[in-house]
C-alpha cells in the first residue's frame, strides 16, 4: 500500500486550509463592512466565482497567472520561485477551490451575529479591533467552523485545478484524489478501493469532530437567550 | 452640566426635527412608537447618524454637522441601555461587565477589582460565572446596568427599559434603576412610551410625535398631555443608598 | 387546467419519443448487399469522392479510437467516407488506449476498435471481444521528445533527459505512449531517475497541455501529438528504432458483438480505413503505414 498520496493529500489539506481560513474569513468581514451595495455585490460575485466554475476553469486560469512562460511566472522564476509541478502549487489549488465556501460560510456567519452586540459593544467604549476578536469571532464562531470543514473536505477532495498546475507527480504532487484516478484508469481498482476508503473515513472524522464542537457552544449559549433573531 | 442636541434626519417618511437641552438629572422623552424618539437617543450615542445637527455634552461637542466633527460611539462617553440589554451571549456576568472596565491611568484599582465591586453593588454577587441565558430578566437588567456604569460614562441613554416587562417585575426593575441613578454622577436620558414611567423616573419631560417636539417641561406639564396620568412626585419612591463608587479608593 | 396540463405532458413525450426515433435509424430500407469492388476509390486517385454512389448501405457504426486518432478520423476520414456512404453514421469516442479497453470490457457498444497499442487489442481478443483473426496491424507512429517553442531548455535528445528541470509523460499503466516512454528511457538506463520525479499523464492531451504551457520543461508523446499542436510545442528528438522493444503498432479490428443488420456498414468502415485512400489521410498526419 502506498501511502505517499494519503500523506501529500493530508499535508496539502492542512497547510491549505490555514492559508483559506484567514484570508476567506478577512475577506469576508471586509466586504460585510462595504457600505456601497453595488460595489458589495460585485466584489462578492468576483470571490465567489471559482464556486460555480468548474475546477478545471480555475486551474486554467491559475496556468495562465502562474504558468512558466507568463509574465507573471517568468518574473517569480527569476527570483527562484516555482508554482507549477511541486507540491506548493497542490496547496495553491486546495486554496483557490476552497476559498469560495469559507468565505461564504463566513460571510453568512458573520451577517447572523445580531448588530445590537457590535453596537452594545461600541457605547461601552471597545475599539473596533477589540469587537471583532471578543466579540465578533466568538459569536461567529459555529458557522466560521463549519465553513472550515466544508473548506477543508473541498481542500481533500480537489482534483482538476490540481492535476493542470501540480501534474500527477508519484511521491510529490499525486493527492489521493489523482491517485484513485491514475489506479482505475491503470485498471488497479483495488488500489483505488483503498484510497477511496481512507478519503472517506478521514473526512467523516473531521465532520464528526467539528459538529461535536460546534453543537455544543451553541447550546450553552442559544438557550432562553432574549436577544431578538432576524 | 447640560445636554443639548439639535438633530435633523429624514426617517421613514417623516423628518425629525429636535431641538433641546437639558440640565436635569433625569430627562424623559415620550412618544408613542414610530414618533422617533429611539432615534433621538441613537443619534446621541452615535449609532446613527443625523443629516444635520449639532450635539453636546457638556462643553464636549460629540457631533456638529457644520463642523464635519462626529466622534466615535466608542468615544463619546454615553452609555446606551438596550431594551433587550445586549448581553453579550458567550460571556459570563464577570466577563460582560469586566470588558467594559478600562482602569483610568489614575485609579490604583485592578480590573477584577472594580468588577467585583460593581458585581457587589448590583446584587449578582453568586451569578458571576452564569451565561445570560441562565439569569432572569431582573438580573440581566442589573448586569446591563453594571456593564453601563463599569465603562463610566458621562450620561446614560435608556431605551424603552420597561416595556417588554410585564407589571408585576416593572416595579422592582424600577426601584433599580432609581437606586442606580441616584448613585451615579452622570445625567439620564430616558425613552419611552409609558407616562407612568416617565413621570416616576424624570424631573423634565419632553412629548414627541412625528417627529417635532410637541411640549417640555416639568412632570405637571407632562400630565396635561397624557391626561390621566397617576401624579407622583419626585423623590416619593426614590430609595436611597450609599454612594460608593467603584473606581475610587476606599 | 389539469386536463390541459396533461395533455401538454403527453405531447412533449410524444416529440421526445419521435425525435430519439429519428436519431437511431440510419435510414428506412435496410439493403444489406455485399460492398461491390465499386466500392473502394481508385488507388491512383488522391481525391475524394467518386462519382458513383455505392450501394444503399446504412447503419449506425461506432469506432473506439485512440485519442491520437481523434484529429484525423473527425477532420477527414469521416467526411470522405460519409461521402461515400451517405447513409451510415459513424460515431468515434476517443481516450487512451487503456481507458477504452476498460470500456469496451464494461459494456461499451463499440463496432470497431483501433488501438494506439498491441497491448490493449490482444488483451480484447484474449477477453473473446474481438477475433484474432480481424485483427490487422496498420500503423506505426513514431516517439518524440518535445519541449515548448519558448524553453531554453538544455536537453536536447533522450539521453541528457534528466536535465530537465520538470518532465511530463503518459502513465506506462493506461498510456501506450507512457510505456514506449518507458521502454525508450529503461534502454537508455534513465528510467529509475525519471520515474521518480515524472508527472503522469492519464492521456496523451494531458501531456501535451503540460508541455505546452511550460509546467514540464520537456515530455514524450507520439510524433501524431507533437504534429497537432505545431505551434505550441517543437520536436527535440525522435526515439530511435532500437531503443523500443517493439515498434509503436496501431492494430484496427472489429469486435465480434456487431450484429448482423450492422455488419455491412461496420465492414465498409472498416475497408475504408484500410484503404490506401484513408492511408494518406494518415501520413499527412504523422503516422506511417506498418509493413511488418
Given amino acids: 500500500m502506498e501511502w505517499a498520496p494519503v500523506i501529500i493529500s493530508l499535508k496539502t489539506a492542512s497547510v491549505s486550509i490555514l492559508i483559506t481560513f484567514a484570508i476567506g474569513t478577512w475577506l469576508a468581514y471586509l466586504v460585510c463592512r462595504i457600505r456601497k451595495d453595488s460595489v458589495r455585490s460585485t466584489i462578492d460575485a468576483i470571490l465567489t466565482l471559482p464556486l460555480v466554475l468548474p475546477p478545471t476553469v480555475a486551474g486554467f486560469l491559475l496556468l495562465y497567472i502562474f504558468g512558466s512562460y507568463r509574465p507573471l511566472g517568468e518574473l517569480l522564476g527569476e527570483i527562484g520561485v516555482r508554482i507549477v509541478f511541486n507540491w506548493q502549487a497542490t496547496v495553491i489549488a486546495a486554496v483557490v477551490i476552497s476559498f469560495p465556501l469559507m468565505y461564504r460560510s463566513a460571510k453568512a456567519a458573520f451577517v447572523q451575529v445580531d448588530p445590537i452586540f457590535m453596537q452594545a459593544a461600541r457605547t461601552i467604549g471597545l475599539s473596533e479591533r477589540r469587537i471583532v476578536f471578543r466579540i465578533l469571532l466568538p459569536l461567529a464562531a459555529p458557522g466560521l467552523a463549519s465553513g472550515g470543514i466544508l473548506a477543508f473536505s473541498r481542500g481533500l477532495g480537489e482534483f482538476g485545478a490540481t492535476a493542470l498546475i501540480a501534474g500527477n507527480i508519484p511521491g510529490v504532487t499525486r493527492t489521493m484524489p489523482l491517485a484513485i484516478y491514475s489506479a482505475v484508469v491503470g485498471g488497479r481498482t483495488e488500489e483505488a478501493y483503498r484510497y477511496v476508503v481512507i478519503l472517506i473515513l478521514v473526512s467523516f472524522i473531521f465532520v464528526w469532530l467539528l459538529s461535536f464542537l460546534t453543537d455544543r457552544r451553541t447550546t450553552r449559549q442559544r438557550s432562553g437567550e432574549r436577544t431578538p433573531r432576524l | ?250 | 387546467m389539469k386536463r390541459n396540463h396533461l395533455l401538454i405532458i403527453v405531447f412533449a413525450f410524444i416529440i421526445a419519443l419521435a425525435s430519439f426515433a429519428g436519431c437511431s435509424s440510419g435510414g428506412g430500407e435496410a439493403a444489406t448487399e455485399e460492398p461491390a469492388a465499386t466500392e473502394e476509390p481508385a488507388a491512383t486517385e488522391e481525391q475524394a469522392a467518386p462519382e458513383e454512389e455505392a450501394p444503399a448501405v446504412s447503419g449506425a457504426v461506432m469506432i473506439a479510437a485512440a485519442a491520437s486518432l481523434e484529429n484525423a478520423f473527425e477532420g477527414d476520414l469521416k467526411p470522405l467516407f460519409n461521402a461515400q456512404y451517405p447513409d451510415v453514421t459513424v460515431t468515434g469516442t476517443y481516450d487512451s488506449s487503456g481507458k477504452l479497453q476498460e470500456q469496451i470490457e464494461g459494456g461499451l457498444e463499440a463496432d470497431i476498435f483501433f488501438s494506439a497499442a498491441l497491448k490493449q487489442m490482444d488483451a480484447l481478443v484474449e477477453g473473446g471481444f474481438i477475433d484474432a483473426a480481424a485483427v490487422t496491424d496498420l500503423l506505426l507512429n513514431e516517439v518524440v521528445l518535445i519541449t515548448s517553442p519558448q524553453s531554453e531548455t538544455k536537453v536536447t535528445s533522450f539521453d541528457n533527459i534528466t536535465e530537465a528541470k520538470s518532465i511530463a509523460i503518459g502513465d506506462p499503466a493506461s498510456v501506450p505512449a507512457g510505456q514506449y516512454a518507458q521502454e525508450v528511457l529503461t534502454t537508455l538506463g534513465v528510467w529509475d531517475k525519471v520515474e521518480s520525479t515524472a508527472s503522469m499523464g492519464t492521456n496523451v492531451t494531458e501531456v501535451l497541455n503540460w508541455v505546452a504551457e511550460g509546467s514540464a520543461e520537456v515530455g514524450i508523446v507520439y510524433a501524431t501529438d507533437a504534429a497537432s499542436m505545431p505551434d505550441d510545442v517543437k520536436v527535440l528528438a525522435i526515439a530511435s528504432p532500437e531503443t523500443m522493444q517493439t515498434p509503436v503498432v496501431y492494430p484496427v479490428a472489429e469486435l465480434i458483438r456487431v450484429t448482423e443488420e450492422n455488419k455491412a456498414a461496420t465492414d465498409a468502415f472498416v475497408e475504408f480505413i484500410k484503404s490506401p485512400e484513408a492511408m494518406s489521410v494518415f501520413e499527412s498526419y504523422g503516422f506511417k503505414p506498418y509493413e511488418g
Avoid: W
Avoid at chain 2, 440589554?85 to 466577563?95: D, G, K
Fill in chain 2, 1 to 250: 452640566m447640560s445636554i443639548s442636541a439639535r438633530i435633523v434626519k429624514r426617517f421613514r417618511g417623516f423628518a425629525l426635527d429636535v431641538d433641546f437641552e437639558s440640565e436635569s438629572k433625569a430627562l424623559g422623552i415620550l412618544g408613542a412608537s414610530g414618533s422617533g424618539k429611539t432615534l433621538i437617543l441613537k443619534s446621541i450615542a452615535g449609532l446613527v447618524t443625523p443629516d444635520e445637527g449639532r450635539i453636546a455634552i457638556g462643553e464636549r461637542v460629540i457631533y456638529d454637522s457644520a463642523a464635519h466633527v462626529d466622534v466615535k460611539p466608542q468615544r463619546r462617553g454615553v452609555g446606551y441601555f438596550f431594551q433587550s440589554y445586549a448581553l453579550f451571549p458567550h460571556m459570563t456576568v464577570q466577563e460582560n461587565i469586566g470588558i467594559a472596565v478600562n482602569p483610568a491611568d489614575d485609579d490604583d484599582r485592578s480590573q477584577s477589582e472594580i468588577v467585583s465591586c460593581l458585581t457587589e453593588r448590583y446584587q449578582l454577587a453568586g451569578l458571576e460565572h452564569r451565561y445570560p441565558a441562565n439569569l432572569s430578566g431582573g438580573q440581566q437588567q442589573r448586569v446591563a446596568l453594571a456593564r453601563i456604569f463599569a465603562s463610566r460614562p458621562e450620561a446614560v441613554l435608556l431605551d424603552e427599559p420597561f416595556s417588554a416587562l410585564d407589571s408585576y417585575l416593572r416595579g422592582n426593575m424600577q426601584d433599580e434603576l432609581l437606586r442606580a441613578m441616584e448613585d451615579y454622577q452622570g445625567q439620564f436620558i430616558l425613552v419611552t412610551h409609558s407616562c407612568d414611567e416617565a413621570a416616576l423616573i424624570c424631573d423634565t419631560i419632553i412629548t414627541i410625535s412625528g417627529g417635532k417636539i410637541t411640549s417640555r417641561g416639568g412632570v405637571d406639564k407632562a400630565f396635561d398631555v397624557c391626561g390621566g396620568c397617576r401624579a407622583l412626585g419626585k423623590g416619593s419612591t426614590r430609595p436611597s443608598s450609599e454612594a460608593n463608587d467603584c473606581f475610587m479608593r476606599p
